[in-house]
């Protein structure tokens, strides 16, 4: 008869799924981050950071644990739970620097007027873009990561929605969108900073032919001017 062994229970792991849901609610939270306005520099650390602690720090646990008492051999590393933490952390890093945020363009119901261009946050300051992509018809990014409202004009949103409170102009969003890319992709433009609209920087701009777009895009029919914001700083100044 064998003698009686006591096993010491090993702490229950959470399965595939529980961990993916986990992950899931970690990317929701950062993403949610960015969509308040967080600079994505800061929102790609913080979700890092999850997968990083969560998976990293045990396993090095585990081999510090299994160095110290000669079991090196039998530790077995979870390859596929790495795999799936990667896979997210790749996807959620890519959707958090640029994936569209409908989000920060609309009207919080808590909050019915938020200031979109802060007059108190305007200065002269000039500075150069190279357009390294468009956004929609009034929002581009440039080479240096830099996000640009357009000052004092409204496009329709990607979806072909216009925001609460928002002008609303009778053209499409694509069309909008087209429009911007013949005056601005991959040129250099000369702004002028007005102010800011959550994590972006609103400007007059002119592009390297000396058209100013914010009044180039107005005229094209595809934007209209917002009234409010042009009368703090006009549009259109040379006629």
Sequence with gaps: MRPYRHR??????????????LLLCWLAVTLGLAKLGFPAEWVAVIFLLG???????????????????????????????????????????????WWPWPFSESVSATNPEPVLFSASAATTASFSCRVASVHDGDTLRCADGTRIRLHAIA?????ETCSEGHPCPAASAEAARLELVKLAQNRTLDCRRTGRSYNRVTAICDNDDGVEINCAMVRTG??????????????????
Excluded: K, Y
């Design 51 to 97: 997968p990083i602690v969560g998976v990293a720090g045990p396993v090095l646990l585990r081999w510090m644990i299994a160095g110290s008492s000669h079991q090196r051999g039998g530790v077995r590393v979870d390859w596929s739970f790495i795999a799936i933490v990667a896979s997210v952390a790749i996807v959620g890093f890519c959707a958090v620097l």
């Design 155 to 159: 496009a329709r949103e990607i979806d």
């Design 222 to 239: 595809t934007t209209v001017i917002w009234d409010r914001f042009h009368q703090e700083h006009p549009i259109c100044a040379r006629g």
């Design 8 to 21: 010491r229970s090993r702490p229950r792991r959470l399965n595939h799924t529980a961990r993916t849901l």
